[in-house]
């Protein structure tokens, strides 16, 4: 077993590697989780200490209580920047001025990411602690943290220094950023205002699970103290930084002099929009490492590099107007009307302003003039007021403190950063929880457009979800703009929709928290709508990537009277939802089968026969129903045999269980 474990530790190192920090993927994300399961269960069936570098180390640690800060050996400084190539040259003078040097000067110029700077410590080629810049002499520990992303390595490859401070930028790719917001909205939660904001938060969560559930990426730049001379030059050092593994952005380039370092500039800011992720500017450094040395620094930043600043892809223009959205949770939403302006290719008329506190901060008034920006290069956001000591400005801005779509009272609970709506009858969250549920990730109800749903809403034919399934063609008639033939087309549509894969069903359904990942994972644990709905929050926790937010939502959401309610008008509208299919490499006659458990199992405990039930594809559920597959009945049977006798459900006894099990084992042979 030792050598297996190894083995598998080596595989999944080599294949994080040369996934992440090469590029050259060798193992699917599939295989890679089954690989990485397997190796979790082999360890913890060893019983023996699992050593800080293999890869089931990544994720697993506990939520932190808080931050601890940490000093940096040497402070992380910051840098000087240059807005035009102007003070590009101005740079370079300086630098000979200071150096009293005629010779030419070599530069190696970097993509600046957007995103925040880590320091990560090895010792002995292993990395034992990670910490946040901060204000650059004291930053936080987030090793926990760091050690989930699974582009930096755990242990260096080849020789490494005895001890070696690596610095970074941690950062999230835009397609990442855009997924995850798609995703938040979804579930009812606040949006991040760019990709820089979400890599930030994820980095500073306390726990360590919803950080790895982040697909965060990191490029080394440099190093802080190092016990040994790694390199004569930054290219040098970044090539050797490179050679231990540690990933090194390709898109660097060394510059034989400072034409060479314009034209790269020129040609980066040109293409900063085809790259995946947000860069701000270029970093120039002098190549020489002995003449940095001779540069030093000034009081926070060295003199021997310089950010070139891009243009930002900003403008002015004036707030016409704040308005307030209420979405399908009933959270109100801050909306800036803007004057029309042309923002790199598009015209923007409206920015988001998340929430009260970030109105508030930035002090967004009706009528200011404001900085707007395309933050990750989709949503507009308003960066600052430009007039903010203009004598005539509006009132600041306040929060309705009644919902502007129905008047109900509007409440902020504590802790949250949204205010809410509390009437679950309000016209804007009937019409948006409709539009979720037939959304693309839900229940996917072709040619049912927002203003259709506005329409069914308010002429009084749709109050909920459900009642989109007693919905006639009839009534689609009398709507505005509704011909026979797209009336026929809906309802066929809505038919089919009632047969959608139960994950569908889970997402359309909107419980808080819970998007289309989490709702994959409990539809593959609980198969049925009724065993989710009977879930408890111990076995919620159980499920990869469902931490207690989740859980606790989950639950909550399926003990609310009114929700009740709306599961039993769905079943009666004769929604059906289709068990999950197992996946490829879990092909087995019992996928997907449900067994009831009863009476006393000779040789074999509850959880034994549940655990060959679950490892053979099956699932084990708590009542009997039409829908029950076997019952696997011991001594003493209860109330069920006669249930399963009455509604036909196979009853197996212990010898049937073992067959049917051997069978499986066989059918398993033969495919392969
Ligand atoms: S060098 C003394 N190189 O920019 C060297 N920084 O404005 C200081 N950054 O805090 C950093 N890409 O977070 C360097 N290729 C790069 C960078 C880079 C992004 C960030 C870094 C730093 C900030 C300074």
């Known amino acids: 077993m030792n050598e297996k474990i190894k083995a598998l530790r080596e595989e999944l190192t080599e294949a994080n590697y040369r996934y992440y920090t090469l590029d050259q993927p060798t193992l699917s994300d599939h295989e890679y989780d089954r690989k990485l399961r397997r190796l979790m269960e082999l360890e913890a069936a060893s019983g023996l200490p699992v050593p800080p570098d293999s890869p089931s180390q990544r994720v697993g640690a506990q939520p932190?209580?808080?931050?601890?800060?940490?000093?940096?050996?040497?402070?992380?400084?910051s840098l000087e920047n240059g807005f035009d190539f102007y003070e590009v040259r101005e740079f370079e003078e300086r630098i000979r001025r200071f150096l009293g040097w005629t010779e030419p000067l070599v530069y190696v110029c970097e993509p600046k990411l957007d995103g925040l700077a880590v320091e990560l410590i090895y010792e002995q080629g292993l990395l034992t602690r990670a910490a946040t810049r901060g204000d650059g002499t004291t930053g936080e520990d987030v090793t926990h943290n760091i050690r989930t992303v699974r582009q930096i390595p755990l242990r260096l490859r080849s020789a490494p220094p005895e001890v070696l401070a690596v610095r970074g930028e941690v950062f999230i790719d835009v397609v990442q950023f855009q997924r995850l917001n798609r995703e938040r909205e979804e579930a009812g939660e606040q949006t991040y205002a760019n990709p820089r904001n979400l890599a930030a938060g994820s980095l500073r969560q306390l726990d360590p699970a919803i950080t790895a559930s982040r697909p965060l990426r990191f490029f080394c730049y440099g190093v802080g103290e190092v016990s040994q001379t790694l390199a004569h030059t930054q290219h040098g050092l970044l090539e050797a930084l490179g050679m231990l593994g540690l990933p090194v952005n390709h898109r660097i380039k060394l510059c034989p002099d400072l034409e060479a370092v314009i034209d790269f500039l020129r040609e980066m800011e040109e293409s900063r929009h085809d790259l995946e992720y947000e860069i701000d500017g270029a970093v120039i450094k002098v190549d020489d490492l002995a003449l940095q040395d001779r540069l030093g620094q000034k009081a926070r930043a060295p003199r021997w590099a310089l950010a070139y600043k891009f243009k930002a892809v900003q403008e002015a223009t004036t707030v016409q107007e704040i308005m307030v959205s209420v979405g399908r949770t009933g959270a109100l939403t801050p909306v800036a009307i803007l004057e029309p302006v042309f923002i790199g290719g598009v015209t923007?008329?409206?920015?988001?302003?998340?929430?009260?506190?970030?109105?508030?901060?930035?002090?967004?008034?009706?009528?200011?003039?404001?900085?707007?920006?395309?933050?990750?290069?989709?949503?507009?956001?308003?960066?600052?007021?430009?007039?903010?000591?203009?004598?005539?400005?509006?009132?600041?801005?306040?929060?309705?403190?009644?919902?502007?779509?129905?008047?109900?009272?509007?409440?902020?609970?504590?802790?949250?950063?949204?205010?809410?709506?509390?009437?679950?009858?309000?016209?804007?969250?009937?019409?948006?929880?409709?539009?979720?549920?037939?959304?693309?990730?839900?229940?996917?109800?072709?040619?049912?457009?927002?203003?259709?749903?506005?329409?069914?809403?308010?002429?009084?034919?749709?109050?909920?979800?459900?009642?989109?399934?007693?919905?006639?063609?009839?009534?689609?008639?009398?709507?505005?703009?509704?011909?026979?033939?797209?009336?026929?087309?809906?309802?066929?549509?809505?038919?089919?929709?009632?047969?959608?894969?139960?994950?569908?069903?889970?997402?359309?359904?909107?419980?808080?928290?819970?998007?289309?990942?989490?709702?994959?994972?409990?539809?593959?644990?609980?198969?049925?709508?009724?065993?989710?709905?009977?879930?408890?929050?111990?076995?919620?926790?159980?499920?990869?990537?469902?931490?207690?937010?989740?859980?606790?939502?989950?639950?909550?959401?399926?003990?609310?009277?009114?929700?009740?309610?709306?599961?039993?008008?769905?079943?009666?509208?004769?929604?059906?939802?289709?068990?999950?299919?197992?996946?490829?490499?879990?092909?087995?006659?019992?996928?997907?089968?449900?067994?009831?458990?009863?009476?006393?199992?000779?040789?074999?405990?509850?959880?034994?026969?549940?655990?060959?039930?679950?490892?053979?594809?099956?699932?084990?559920?708590?009542?009997?129903?039409?829908?029950?597959?076997?019952?696997?009945?011991?001594?003493?049977?209860?109330?069920k045999l006669t249930k399963a006798g009455e509604l036909g459900v196979a009853v197996l006894d212990l010898e049937g269980f073992h067959r049917l099990l051997a069978e499986k084992n066989n059918g398993e042979n033969n495919n392969g």
């Open 64 to 77: 932190a209580e808080g931050f601890v800060s940490v000093r940096h050996s040497l402070p992380m400084l």
């Open 348 to 639: 923007v008329s409206r920015a988001s302003l998340h929430n009260f506190d970030e109105v508030a901060r930035k002090d967004v008034r009706k009528g200011d003039r404001v900085l707007v920006q395309r933050a990750g290069d989709v949503i507009p956001e308003v960066v600052q007021v430009l007039d903010p000591d203009r004598e005539d400005r509006s009132e600041p801005f306040a929060m309705p403190r009644t919902c502007p779509v129905c008047g109900s009272e509007v409440v902020r609970l504590e802790g949250e950063s949204a205010h809410r709506c509390v009437n679950l009858a309000c016209p804007a969250i009937v019409k948006e929880s409709i539009r979720h549920f037939a959304a693309k990730g839900g229940l996917d109800v072709e040619g049912l457009g927002p203003k259709l749903v506005d329409q069914l809403v308010e002429q009084g034919l749709v109050n909920d979800p459900a009642d989109l399934f007693f919905l006639t063609k009839e009534d689609l008639l009398g709507l505005e703009r509704m011909a026979e033939k797209s009336a026929r087309n809906l309802i066929q549509t809505l038919d089919a929709a009632r047969r959608r894969p139960l994950e569908r069903l889970i997402t359309a359904l909107g419980i808080r928290h819970v998007g289309e990942v989490q709702a994959r994972a409990l539809a593959k644990r609980f198969g049925i709508l009724e065993e989710l709905m009977m879930a408890e929050e111990k076995q919620l926790l159980d499920l990869d990537g469902i931490g207690s937010q989740v859980a606790q939502s989950v639950v909550t959401f399926f003990s609310t009277p009114a929700n009740k309610d709306l599961l039993a008008k769905l079943e009666k509208a004769g929604v059906e939802p289709q068990a999950p299919e197992p996946e490829e490499g879990e092909v087995s006659s019992l996928a997907g089968k449900s067994f009831v458990l009863t009476g006393t199992l000779e040789g074999l405990t509850r959880a034994e026969a549940k655990a060959l039930i679950q490892r053979a594809g099956g699932r084990v559920i708590s009542a009997v129903s039409k829908k029950t597959d076997y019952l696997l009945a011991g001594e003493n049977p209860g109330s």
